[in-house]
């Protein structure tokens, strides 16, 4: 996960698809063709046009970059500190009255090499950010920085790779090949790890009147990554319980570039925007967690070399997409979904409920595939969460060649090398697109209608609708992603109730403290 990241439909899951394959079931009627040779033959009438949709004007695009060096610090202060990431787009979207529009995107100088982007706010421009016949992922991954390759063992990962590169498809098929061959495992070690994780905030919350769920769901999904996946015991190794430190130390040093961590505004731009961290500083933690995986990665880097790459290469791309992309999705994505089930309040927090235990209820009390898919309303829950905040929201792409992009009000054209930039927050809240799309609308998603939106679900650098191959850059845990998010649902409303949570911030999503715990 974005995150995108920054692992599916070759997991093979089962889950279901969103497209309708109905076979044509009507009649076929002919009419007699009738004529006479004594009629004269009659001219052939065309058949009426079609209605063709207007073309929208084309409208230069709006905005500048300022001064060099100038414009770029101006801008980058106004993202992180005078206006805030929202404000910075709205105001601009106003101002030039248009979701498309030229500004500089942090970090700028002196870790950007060119800052200058064309923003895309609306999911109608969006989506052409995924169109690999039109824009080129080469290293945008971070946006326009690159963190050192020193981080990654001198490789360039998958997430950095565009398709059209050779080892994009051999990566890629081998991450569907891990995640397939290591299914089985989904599930019960899912219940392990965060059966642990409720005992514990229980203790917690006894012994303290609230318990911090950040860190405890780090420590959870750090050991279910590690116990499903590899068959390894994360405290059973060097790592101990500090894996999650190391891994969250690890990310920071990869895009402190564009992170906000709470030190005074002047000391903190010139720590952490300026310049790049030096590599060296996380390298002893770094060499911790390749051990732990190369160590528990056997049956998948000898799958690695059948097909051409080297165990190293394939172990640092197997830390990134599980330490980078899986454990940082969780780490985000699942602190974000409990803040918003939990401001929903107790109506839906007893839906969920009696929708997740009557389906177990069918399945002999066992979570399987075929409950979890007998339950709508914990979907929808899932996917409005993910629309409403999704855990990766920047996306790039620089144009291959010359082309028009459309907003719903106008066309602009775009140059060939042009970066292209999209915050999806506000493509995936477009009020042309969701009714109500500012609020969280839990059963948005239920039936054929809400299933019909769910294209406009784009968290996974994609459409929800479609599915990741080698060709894509499609987030090749899609599915994966969806599955654990359900779970955690599953496993906490069969288990509770209700429950009162206080939000904060962190550098990293939401900082959830829970208060309260209605045990079922």
């Not at 330490?323 to 107790?346: D, E, P, Q």
């Not at 389906?359 to 339950?375: C, F, H, P, Y």
């Not at 288990?495 to 715990?517: N, Q």
Request: proline share 8%; charged share 25%.
């Amino acid at each position: 996960m974005a995150l995108s990241s920054p692992v599916l439909t070759p997991f093979h899951l089962q889950l279901p698809s969103h497209r309708s394959s109905k076979p044509f079931t009507g009649k076929l009627i002919v009419h007699p063709i009738r004529a006479s040779v004594s009629e004269r033959p009659s001219s052939i009438s065309p058949p009426p046009r079609q209605p063709q949709p207007a073309k929208l004007p084309i409208r230069k695009i709006p905005g500048d970059y300022g001064l060099p060096l100038i414009g770029p610090v101006k801008d980058r202060l106004d993202y992180f500190y005078n206006q805030g990431k929202d404000e910075y787009f709205k105001s601009r979207v106003q101002k030039y009255r248009s979701t498309v529009f030229k500004t500089n995107m942090p970090p700028g100088p002196f870790i950007s090499p060119n800052p200058n982007v064309i923003v895309l706010l609306d999911g109608k421009s969006f989506p052409v950010l995924f169109d690999v016949s039109k824009v080129e992922k080469k290293d945008l991954f971070t946006g326009t920085f690159m963190p050192s390759t020193e981080l990654t063992g001198g490789y360039r990962v998958l997430s950095y790779l565009d398709p059209s590169e050779p080892n994009h498809a051999k990566l890629k098929k081998l991450m569907f090949f891990h995640l397939s061959s290591r299914r089985d495992h989904v599930i019960p070690e899912f219940q392990k790890s965060y059966t642990e994780l409720f005992d514990g905030l229980e203790e917690e919350l006894a012994t303290n009147g609230k318990a911090k769920f950040n860190e405890a769901n780090d420590q959870a999904a750090f050991n279910f990554l590690a116990r499903s996946l590899y068959g390894a015991n994360p405290a059973d190794s060097q790592l101990g319980r500090d894996g999650p430190k190391f891994v969250g130390k690890w990310v920071v040093f990869q895009i402190h570039p564009v992170l906000k961590l709470g030190l005074p505004n002047v000391l903190e731009d010139l720590l952490i925007h300026t310049f790049p961290l030096p590599p060296a500083l996380v390298k002893k933690e770094y060499q911790l967690l390749y051990d732990f995986f190369r160590a528990n990665s056997t049956s998948v880097l000898d799958e690695a070399e059948r097909n051409g790459i080297s165990r190293e290469e394939a172990c640092h791309n197997l830390i990134f997409a599980t330490c980078f992309n899986s454990f940082g999705g969780m780490k985000l994505f699942f602190t974000n979904m409990l803040k918003w089930i939990g401001r929903a309040g107790v109506k839906l927090h007893t839906q969920l409920a009696q929708e997740i235990r009557s389906a177990l209820k069918s399945s002999d009390g066992r979570v399987t595939m075929r409950a979890i898919e007998n339950m709508p309303l914990t979907k929808s829950v899932v996917y409005e969460a993910l629309r409403i905040e999704p855990p990766v929201p920047a996306q790039y792409g620089r144009a291959k060649t010359n082309f028009t992009i459309e907003s719903h009000d106008s066309a602009f054209e775009v140059k060939a090398g042009e970066m292209l930039f999209g915050y999806q927050p506000f493509a995936t809240r477009d009020p042309k697109i969701f009714e109500r799309s500012e609020e969280f609308v839990a059963d948005r998603f239920v039936g054929e209608k809400g299933e019909k939106l769910l294209k406009h679900v784009l968290w996974s650098n994609g459409p929800e609708t479609e599915s990741p191959d080698v060709n894509n850059k499609q987030c090749a845990g899609k599915d994966f992603v969806v599955l654990v998010s359900r779970l955690l649902l599953v496993e906490f409303f069969r288990r509770y109730d209700s429950f009162e949570i206080e939000v904060g911030t962190s550098p990293l999503g939401a900082a959830v403290t829970v208060t309260s715990l209605k045990k079922a």
